[in-house]
């Protein structure tokens, strides 16, 4: 495994897990962007602009890529929860990285990720234990309950903030 890739290791779902799971979850959910906002902030644009690893996204563009993706699953969720196994689309991240806007400012996703997970949370909060077993179909994951999306969902947060954090105590910043 590469390491500066998945610097927190690959996701494992945790199986048949209960409330207690459920709420830290959402307490992680909450913190993603607090704690991403804190592992950017005072770095420069030439910082910005540094790829986590060779080959890899810029800060800049992960922080994008981070707002871009929790606003799909956050429709991918919704959609299971009002459609009966619905397939969830996909998009081509690789391109929508090279896309202009990644080239703004991060505080617009920094923005968005603080208030998109706030109402996420909320979201979770008011399920019923029977509705996280409300599935979908992913294209490349295949069919996942909404218990395990929700712990990919905190693990891509995490696997991405753990990448600029790494990057920022490789190049000592």
């Given at each position: 495994?590469?390491h500066?890739?998945y610097?927190?290791g690959?996701?494992?779902p945790?199986h048949n897990?209960n409330?207690?799971?459920?709420?830290?979850?959402?307490?992680?959910i909450?913190?993603?962007p607090?704690?991403?906002?804190h592992?950017v902030q005072?770095?420069?644009?030439?910082q910005?602009?540094t790829?986590?690893r060779?080959g890899g996204?810029t800060?800049?563009q992960?922080?994008h890529h981070?707002?871009?993706?929790d606003m799909n699953a956050?429709?991918?969720?919704?959609?299971a929860l009002?459609?009966?196994?619905?397939?969830?689309?996909?998009y081509?991240?690789?391109l929508?990285?090279?896309l202009?806007?990644?080239d703004?400012?991060i505080?617009?996703?920094?923005f968005?990720?603080?208030h998109?997970h706030?109402?996420?949370s909320?979201?979770?909060r008011?399920?019923?234990p029977?509705?996280?077993q409300?599935?979908?179909?992913s294209?490349?994951?295949?069919?996942?309950?909404?218990?395990?999306?929700?712990q990919?969902?905190?693990?891509h947060?995490?696997?991405h903030?753990?990448?600029?954090?790494s990057?920022?105590?490789r190049?000592?910043w």
């Amino acid at each position: 495994m590469d390491h500066l890739r998945y610097p927190i290791g690959i996701f494992e779902p945790i199986h048949n897990p209960n409330h207690e799971h459920r709420n830290i979850w959402i307490e992680e959910i909450i913190e993603i962007p607090k704690t991403l906002r804190h592992t950017v902030q005072n770095l420069t644009l030439d910082q910005l602009k540094t790829p986590y690893r060779s080959g890899g996204w810029t800060v800049q563009q992960v922080v994008h890529h981070m707002a871009d993706n929790d606003m799909n699953a956050y429709i991918r969720f919704k959609r299971a929860l009002t459609e009966e196994n619905p397939i969830s689309s996909s998009y081509r991240e690789d391109l929508w990285a090279e896309l202009s806007d990644y080239d703004t400012s991060i505080e617009s996703s920094l923005f968005l990720l603080e208030h998109l997970h706030n109402r996420f949370s909320a979201l979770l909060r008011s399920l019923e234990p029977s509705e996280f077993q409300r599935a979908m179909t992913s294209p490349t994951h295949g069919v996942m309950s909404l218990d395990v999306a929700a712990q990919r969902y905190v693990w891509h947060g995490q696997h991405h903030i753990a990448q600029i954090a790494s990057l920022k105590k490789r190049m000592g910043w």
